[in-house]
């Protein structure tokens, strides 16, 4: 998994990210108004300098996605609402055509809720030898219950094996991992606190909307 910690931000000889982020200067000082947190106290919670966080605020600098991560937590919100981003009214419920695969680091997931909520659901195909070498640390907790084949779950220094039916509920801050344990690989359904919007591709690496494995 990839470091999650906060980290300063680029340097001033190096490219602004205003192409790859939505501004989200004007949401960080609401946000730090709102909850009547001072610049420097936000700055030491996040690991950030007082000076760097006031160009987030004015739009000088964009953050990262672990940043971003870091500020939300401490606000008490959402990666979405910090980036400003306002979801569609959805039905409650979705119907398996409207479910469309998604392929994220050798895994293939379709959407088994509405985007942007706090809670993510999907259902998950996990292949043989995707992805079993890495080890995830990060905020949130998880949830998958097993629904063909058999999965190979590392809970810190505790490994499982989970067959069909069997499921799991741990706090993702636990280093693990996840493998499929059988040649034919493993689906199940998986329900996370913090896929959501761009931080997805922390948690299961750089998608491609369509694709199938």
Do not use: K, N
């Not at 106290?41 to 964009?62: F, I, K, M």
């Amino acid at each position: 998994m990839d470091d999650m910690s906060p980290v300063e931000g680029t340097s001033p000889s190096e490219p602004e990210a205003a192409d790859e982020l939505p501004a989200v200067a004007p949401q960080l000082r609401a946000l730090r108004r709102r909850a009547s947190l001072t610049l420097e106290s936000v700055a030491r919670t996040a690991g950030l300098s007082p000076a760097h966080l006031s160009r987030l605020e004015t739009g000088q600098r964009q953050p990262s996605l672990p940043m971003l991560l870091a500020l939300a937590r401490i606000y008490g919100t959402t990666v979405s609402e910090l980036l400003g981003e306002t979801v569609a009214e959805r039905d409650a419920v979705v119907r398996a055509g409207d479910m469309e695969p998604t392929q994220a680091g050798g895994w293939t997931y379709w959407q088994a809720g509405a985007a942007g909520r706090g809670m993510q659901s999907l259902r998950v195909h996990v292949p043989y030898g995707a992805q079993g070498d890495i080890v995830r640390v990060h905020p949130g907790e998880e949830w998958l219950y097993v629904l063909e084949g058999r999965l190979r779950l590392r809970l810190g220094d505790t490994a499982h094996v989970l067959e069909p039916g069997d499921s799991a509920h741990f706090d993702s801050l636990t280093p693990h991992r996840i493998a499929a344990a059988d040649r034919d690989g493993a689906e199940l359904l998986f329900v996370h606190t913090l896929l959501q919007s761009p931080t997805a591709t922390l948690c299961l690496g750089p998608t491609t909307p369509g694709e199938t494995s």
